[in-house]
């Protein structure tokens, strides 16, 4: 390798020393082949988010090297990853596996505990190994993406299935569901329209839940159950084992589909407004996930910083705001609602008009024509997405400030008026005083919403990287005390987040800590991942 490239000392898993870790690495090489072992020598690259790292956090929020892989690892098979996984309990080296690692805004690819083995599941298992176009069902490996999938049932020529991406389609479907990620489509909760699950656990065993424990069953994809206690929820957010396949459901092409947009004029019809929404979403006149977004995002995901609009110092004013959506295709407004609804036109009308009916009740409720909107407007973003179409526009908000990189805020609370504001008020006082401009959106799942806050900030910035860090803090605190926790963290939040769930002494925590003692008794296996410490580390100072 030419010198220039070896420009940093790779990052050994601690307590392990250099001759040790490297003979092993050597010992793996002789089992997966050499070039599947790569040692974490090189500088960090950012890259973009098609060619993202896998060795760290592209979009950082700690120091780039604080929580960096000391290797990556490529099994292709679910026979190389339980020989990975004994060969980390033989040396006692921590293992953190990724699907793709495009978890922006989480913790992209970077491992809880700094100098774990990242195993990328992504490059070499990425097989659709069933698509069923009766059932409508897919069994998938951990490296296909939204996109490939997507793009394998239009090959197939079947129009009749659906799937379901989330805001950015080139996730792993296994990665995201098992971080209960969502999407838009009516089958947008994924972890709800899994079926089944193939899991190498963190001693080596590899074991499939549901109908897939049935020697010869065809029922993996289309009964979840199977017999005796439901297992497949300790492995979404956890680090209790490795899932080398999924089952998923797809959606049946619904004969027809048209988008929707409503604009609001203030921020006070917050309330009302999700008082509407309520009983819509509970009964399903509301098909999809419903999204509620201040207009101020749709202002940044044209793509051009907040230069742009506005020089002066401090958070974007409110009037600046308003005098630059006026000037868009949206009109002046607060709030913009994006919906679609689904079925043959008639269907869809009977739908819509209930809707409309509904969100004229707020004063100054205004429906957006799509035929107004010009192609490159968010809005066919969105329609894509509900349409089961992947894409990734709704990244373009990054280029907000300088080398953006962005974190979410995402408490769950019911669908009131009250949280919502709440929730608002609390958010938007702590923004304010870290300076950061104010970005909110309301997502309605069934019978209760998240409100998803990204942080926009310069990650090559340490001051403002450890304003976005206090801020969120604060938030989760503030939420903590009204009785509201998130839905999911980033990486480097997730043991203030499980504090949080501390109900009867943090009875959820011990039985969590039981699970991994049983399950992973040497600790190798994405140590700290949701808060959950192994016996080895805990106690000892790893907590964030
Ligand atoms: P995506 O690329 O879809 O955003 P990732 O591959 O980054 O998703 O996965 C998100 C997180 O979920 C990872 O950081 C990891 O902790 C966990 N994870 C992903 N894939 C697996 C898997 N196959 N088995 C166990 N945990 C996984």
Not at 169 to 184: A, M, Q
Not at 276 to 291: F, G
């Amino acid at each position: 390798k030419p010198q220039k490239e070896r420009q940093r000392l790779p990052v050994l898993p601690q307590g392990i020393e250099r001759e040790a870790f490297f003979a092993a690495l050597d010992e793996l090489s002789g089992q997966i082949g050499a070039e599947n072992v790569e040692v974490n020598d090189k500088p960090l690259k950012d890259g973009w988010y098609m060619e993202h790292p896998n060795t760290h956090d592209m979009m950082t929020i700690l120091d780039e090297e604080e929580l960096v892989a000391s290797a990556v690892v490529y099994p292709s098979s679910t026979g190389e990853v339980q020989a990975i996984v004994r060969w980390a309990n033989k040396h006692l080296i921590p293992i953190y596996p990724i699907s793709i690692g495009r978890n922006l805004g989480y913790g992209g690819a970077a491992p809880r505990v700094r100098g774990s083995v990242v195993l990328d599941l992504g490059k070499r298992m990425k097989q659709i190994i069933n698509i069923d176009p009766d059932d409508h069902t897919c069994l998938v490996e951990p490296g296909v993406s939204f996109y490939a999938l997507y793009e394998a049932i239009k090959e197939k020529g079947y129009d009749h299935l659906w799937t379901d991406p989330p805001d950015l389609g080139g996730g792993s479907i296994i990665g995201n569901t098992l971080d209960r990620g969502v999407g838009y489509t009516p089958y947008g909760d994924h972890w709800a329209c899994h079926s089944g699950l193939e899991v190498v656990l963190p001693t080596g065993e590899v074991f499939r839940t549901g109908m897939g424990a049935l020697p010869g069953s065809n029922t993996w994809q289309t009964f979840p159950y199977g017999f005796g206690p439901y297992s497949d929820g300790i492995f979404s957010q956890s680090n209790y084992g490795i899932v080398t396949k999924m089952g998923m459901t797809l959606m049946a092409n619904p004969g027809g589909h048209e988008s929707f947009m409503y604009t609001f004029q203030k921020e006070e019809d917050l309330a009302q407004l999700i008082e509407i929404i309520r009983p819509l979403r509970i009964s399903n006149i509301l098909e999809n996930v419903a999204q509620l977004r201040h207009v101020i995002q749709t202002i940044a995901v044209r793509g051009q910083p907040r230069t742009t609009y506005y020089q002066g110092s401090g958070t974007i004013p409110d009037d600046v705001v308003h005098a630059t959506a006026a000037t868009l295709p949206t009109g002046d407004c607060t709030w913009i609602y994006y919906g679609m609804a689904y079925g043959p036109a008639h269907i869809r009308q009977h739908k819509l008009g209930i809707i409309d009916a509904e969100f004229k009740r707020v004063r100054g409720a205004r429906r957006v024509d799509p035929a107004t909107l010009p192609a490159d407007e968010y809005f066919w973003s969105r329609d894509r997405i509900a349409s089961g179409v992947p894409d990734l526009h709704e990244l373009r908000w990054v280029n907000w400030v300088p080398n953006g990189a962005h974190v979410a805020f995402s408490p769950v609370s019911p669908i009131r008026g009250a949280d919502a504001e709440r929730l608002l008020a609390l958010a938007r006082r702590r923004h304010d005083d870290a300076g950061f401009d104010f970005f909110p959106a309301f997502c309605v799942g069934l019978r209760e919403m998240h409100l998803i806050i990204e942080i926009v900030f310069d990650r090559d910035d340490p001051e403002r990287r450890a304003a976005a860090m206090a801020c969120l803090r604060h938030m989760i605190d503030d939420a903590a005390a009204c009785g509201y926790g998130e839905y999911r963290t980033h990486l480097v939040l997730m043991d203030q987040v499980a504090g949080t769930y501390s109900w009867n002494d943090n009875a959820l925590m011990k039985f969590n800590e039981k699970l991994k003692d049983a399950l992973d008794p040497n600790g190798i296996l994405s140590p700290g991942r949701c808060g959950i410490w192994p016996k080895r580390y805990r106690g000892r100072g790893w907590e964030m």
